[in-house]
């Protein structure tokens, strides 16, 4: 409920002097322009802006090929003036592992699959390792990094992610997982999107494919909607987020 309150702006007050959020979602596509440009990210052929127009309505435009439509059936729930919408490829890069079953090897370089973290902590018990020309083959198209998310696709425990800090980072590959990278490296930006995805699990659990082994697809993710709040509102519903976890705990114990 109360991240629920967070991602509607209901948690922490607006301030009509805070910088809104569609000058920050512009820095990060300079920013994700200029690592196209350099060719360390490919361009996203479904790079879109959402902006709500004078009739009050939400519309799309997708920059490759300047098409505008509708999305009012998407929006899920009204946000705060200075907030904006947004695709999450558009706010963080979304990449995922191999999809491969390499060679395993007794020891070596560990490789992360959904089962190997649950609860925000990392779980070693099940872990299979592979060798170094694997992990830099792997780690082309996922190196994980500190300030990443790791975020759980398939099987039993969809949605269940980690964030990768300095006390928990370690040399990885990933598989069957998705990996959101930000654009702009900001310690907010990323404890926020942290938040908001802590808030969709069920929704997204919900959109999952196939019977036994459920799983999520990574355009879907990709194309998620989510609220965009100005970074000092981000800032304040971290903060608020801190100073009540105490009692969150005890309550999800009681």
Known sequence: ??????????????DPNDEPASVLLEKIRQEKER???????KRDKNASIIYRGE???YYEKFLATGEVKC????????IPQGWEWCRLNNYSDVRDGTHDS???VFSGYPLITSKDFIGGKFDFSKTKYIDENTFVEINKRSNVQIGDILFSMIGGNIGSMILITKENYF????????LFKQYIYNDIIIKYLYFYLQSQVVNIRNTAFGGAQSFVPLNMLRNYLMPIPPLNEQKKIIEKFKSIDFVIQQYEKA
């Open 1 to 14: 409920s109360i991240l629920q309150w967070a991602i509607q702006g209901k948690l922490v007050p607006q």
């Open 35 to 41: 690592l196209i440009k350099e060719k360390k990210i």
């Open 55 to 57: 009739d009050n309505s």
């Open 71 to 78: 999305i009012d059936e998407e929006i899920p729930f009204e």
């Open 102 to 104: 390499p060679q395993y």
């Open 171 to 178: 040399d990885m590959a990933i598989k069957n997982v998705a």
